[in-house]
C-alpha cells in the first residue's frame, strides 16, 4: 500500500500517529539495547574520561546527522520547513533552558527519553519522574509555569522570523553536515575500539540516531501528501509527553505523530527488555535519591520546553539539521550537567544532605 492509499484509508492525523508509533518503536529498541544516555556521557565526560557512554552518545549523534544530511543532498527529505527552522527559535531559552534541563537529568539520573526507556524496563523511580516531567512540561506549555517560560523565551530570539540554519549562517556548503557527522563517526568509532564496544551495541547505538532520521523522513513524506499542512518533525520528548498526557486526559484531543512516539518507545523498550530478559521491578533507595529525581524531572520539564527541546529533541533530532538554537541548548545542557554534577560530588564529600 503506497503513502496515498494509506492516507486515504486511516487519514492523516492517524497515519501520523502510526509514523510516530514506528519511529518510537525503533528508538526505544535501540536505546535500551544500546543504553544511550546523554546524561551518562556528560558525567563521564565531565569526570575527564571518554569512555563508552561518550562513543555511544557521539555514534548516536553522528548516524543522525550523517542520514539526515545525506537525505537532503539526495533530494529526499526537506527540513527548511520544519517546526523547529520555520519559526523564531530563543537564544535566551536554548541557554537557560538548556542549562536547567542540564542539572535536572542529572538529579533524575536520566533524561526524559532514558526515563522513558527506563520505565517501560520496570524501573518506578523512572514512571514516578516520568509523569512529573510530563505534568511540568504541560504547565510550562499551557498552564502556570507558562508566562514565565514565554517572558525568558522572549528576552532573546533569532532574527528573520526564522531558527538560524548554522550551515547557512557560516556560508557553508550543504556538504559540510555531511561531512561534520563523518568525522564525529570516525572519533565515535575510534573511541568505541579503545573502549572494546561489542558490535551489536555500535549497531543498535546507530539505531537511534537512525530514528531520528526516520521520523524526519516520514512527516516529510506525509506533508507531501497531506491535503492540510502537516508538522515536519522527529525525535522529541518535551512536547509529545505533555501531549500524549493530555490526550488520555481530554476526549477531545486528536491523534498527531507526538500521540504516536511516547508509546512506540514504550513498546519497543519493553520488548527489548523481556526479550534480553532485562524486566526488572526497581524502586527508590531511599528518600534522598526520590527527592533528588523529582526535583530533577521538575527542571527537566520547564527546562525542556524553555529551551525547544530535549536532551533528544534539541540534542539528536535539532542537532541533525544544523538548528541554531538546538546546538546551543545542547551545549548549555553540557554544561548545565556537569556543573550539576560536580556540585553533588562536591555535597557527598563534604557530607551535606543534598
Not at 19 to 37: K, P, V, W
Amino acid at each position: 500500500m503506497d503513502l496515498v492509499a494509506l492516507v486515504e484509508r486511516l487519514g492523516e492525523n492517524p497515519t501520523a500517529a502510526v509514523f510516530g508509533l514506528i519511529t518510537g518503536i525503533i528508538f526505544g529498541i535501540a536505546a535500551q539495547r544500546s543504553r544511550f544516555c546523554l546524561r551518562a556521557a556528560v558525567v563521564e565526560f565531565g569526570r575527564g574520561s571518554m569512555n563508552d557512554k561518550v562513543a555511544v552518545w557521539l555514534l548516536t549523534f553522528s548516524t543522525a546527522v550523517v542520514w539526515v544530511q545525506g537525505a537532503q543532498l539526495l533530494g529526499l527529505i526537506d527540513t527548511t520547513e520544519a517546526r523547529m527552522m520555520a519559526v523564531p527559535g530563543s537564544w535566551s531559552g536554548a541557554v537557560i533552558g538548556g542549562l536547567i534541563f542540564g542539572g535536572g537529568m542529572v538529579l533524575a539520573r536520566g533524561c526524559s527519553g532514558r526515563l522513558l526507556v527506563l520505565a517501560a524496563t520496570g524501573n518506578l523511580r523512572s514512571v514516578v519522574s516520568g509523569l512529573i516531567f510530563a505534568v511540568v512540561a504541560q504547565m510550562s506549555l499551557t498552564g502556570w509555569l507558562a508566562p514565565i517560560r514565554d517572558y525568558l523565551a522572549a528576552l532573546w530570539i533569532t532574527s528573520g522570523g526564522r531558527n538560524m540554519d548554522l550551515l547557512a549562517a557560516m556560508h557553508l556548503p550543504q556538504e559540510a553536515g555531511l561531512i561534520l557527522g563523518g568525522l564525529t563517526a570516525v572519533l565515535a568509532l575510534e573511541l568505541s575500539r579503545r573502549n572494546q564496544i561489542g558490535l551489536r551495541r555500535l549497531v543498535f547505538a546507530s539505531g537511534v540516531g537512525f530514528a531520528a532520521a526516520v521520523g524526519w523522513a516520514l512527516t516529510y513524506a506525509l506533508s507531501q501528501v497531506a491535503f492540510d499542512p502537516v508538522q515536519i518533525e522527529s525525535l522529541t520528548f518535551t512536547g509529545p509527553s505533555a501531549n500524549t498526557l493530555m490526550f488520555f486526559l481530554d476526549r477531545n484531543a486528536i491523534l498527531e505523530f507526538d500521540i504516536g512516539l511516547v508509546p512506540g518507545v514504550v513498546l519497543g523498550s519493553f520488548a527489548a527488555a523481556l526479550v534480553t530478559k532485562e524486566f526488572q521491578f526497581q524502586g527508590f533507595e531511599g528518600p534522598s535519591p526520590m527527592r533528588q529525581a523529582m526535583i530533577g524531572a521538575v527542571l527537566m520539564g520547564f527546562g525542556g520546553m524553555l529551551a525547544g527541546g530535549c536532551a533528544i529533541g534539541a540534542g539528536v533530532s535539532g542537532g541533525s539539521i544544523f538548528a541554531g538554537t538546538a546546538w546551543l541548548a545542547l551545549f548549555c545542557m553540557w554544561i548545565g550537567g556537569i556543573a550539576m554534577d560536580f556540585f553533588l560530588r562536591n555535597v557527598q564529600t563534604h557530607r551535606i544532605p543534598a
